[in-house]
C-alpha cells in the first residue's frame, strides 16, 4: 500500500517565478495538508483540503494556494517566488476526524535562486 | 497560534540507555499530541499519540507521558539503538485538523 507521495523531490526556482508542487495521498485518506519545513525548524501549517474546500489555514499569504481533485491529490502553488520561500514543502494526508494524525510524504525539496 | 517548545535541541545518549525527550506547548485547549521522528531526507513518521484524557500510552519501546497541570509531554524511548538517531517533534492539537509542531529534538545514539 502506497504512502503519501510527493513530486518533484527537487526543484530549484528563480526568484520571481511559480511553482506547483503535487501530492498523492495514503489510499484511504480524504484529508491533505500541506507543511513548510525550513531548516532546522519544524514544519509549519500552510492549509489543509477536504471535500476539494480548503479548509483551514495558516498565517501564509495569498501566494500560497491549493487544489484537491475529486480523487483526493492535491496541488501545492507558490507565485511570485522569494527566497524566502526556499524550503522542504511536505503534504500529510489524514482522515478527516484526524485519528492517527498524519501520514507525511518524503516532501518536495524547493530552492528559490 | 499557539506554538510547541522543546526544552533541548540536541540530546546524545548512549547506545542501550534509555532517552527522554520532552515537551511544553502553551494552549491549555490542545487536546490531541503526536510524537514524530523524521530522519535526514525524509518526512516525520508517527511514532504515538495521546489524547488529552490520558496521561501515559505506551508502545513499542516508547512510552508518552501527558502532564496537563504543567503543560508537558515527554517521549521515553527505552532501550534506545543507532535506528533511533533522529529528529523528534511534539505536535499539538487544539482546532480542527491542523497540528502545530515544535522546533524539533536532535536524538544522537553513540554506539
Known amino acids: 500500500d502506497a504512502g503519501v507521495t510527493q513530486s518533484p523531490t527537487h526543484l530549484i526556482k528563480t526568484r520571481g517565478q511559480q511553482v506547483t508542487l503535487r501530492c498523492s495521498p495514503k489510499?484511504?485518506?480524504?484529508?491533505v495538508s500541506w507543511y513548510q519545513q525550513a531548516l532546522g525548524q519544524g514544519p509549519q501549517f500552510i492549509f489543509q483540503y477536504y471535500e476539494e474546500e480548503e479548509r483551514q489555514r495558516g498565517n501564509f499569504p495569498d501566494r500560497f494556494s491549493g487544489h484537491q481533485f475529486p480523487n483526493y491529490s492535491s496541488e501545492l502553488n507558490v507565485n511570485a517566488l522569494l527566497l524566502g520561500d526556499s524550503a522542504l514543502y511536505l503534504c500529510?494526508?489524514?482522515?478527516?476526524?484526524?485519528?492517527?494524525?498524519?501520514?507525511f510524504g518524503s516532501g518536495t525539496r524547493l530552492t528559490v535562486v | 497560534g499557539e506554538s510547541v517548545g522543546l526544552h533541548l535541541p540536541t540530546l546524545s545518549v548512549q547506545e542501550g540507555d534509555n532517552s527522554i525527550i520532552n515537551c511544553a506547548y502553551s494552549?491549555?485547549?490542545?487536546?490531541?499530541f503526536i510524537w514524530y521522528k523524521q530522519e535526514s531526507g525524509k518526512g516525520p513518521q508517527f511514532i504515538i499519540d495521546?489524547?488529552?484524557?490520558?496521561d501515559k500510552r505506551q508502545g513499542q519501546r516508547v512510552t508518552v507521558l501527558l502532564n496537563k497541570t504543567v503543560k508537558h509531554l515527554s517521549l521515553q524511548i527505552a532501550a534506545t539503538q543507532p535506528g533511533d538517531s533522529a529528529v523528534y517533534f511534539c505536535?499539538?492539537?487544539?482546532?480542527?485538523?491542523?497540528?502545530?509542531f515544535g522546533t524539533g529534538t536532535s536524538l544522537t545514539v553513540i554506539p
Open positions: 500529510a494526508s489524514s482522515l478527516v476526524e484526524g485519528v492517527g494524525g498524519y501520514t
Open positions: 495521546i489524547r488529552s484524557n490520558m
Open positions: 505536535a499539538e492539537n487544539f482546532t480542527g485538523n491542523q497540528f502545530y
Open positions: 489510499s484511504g485518506h480524504d484529508t
Open positions: 494552549n491549555s485547549a490542545s487536546d490531541y
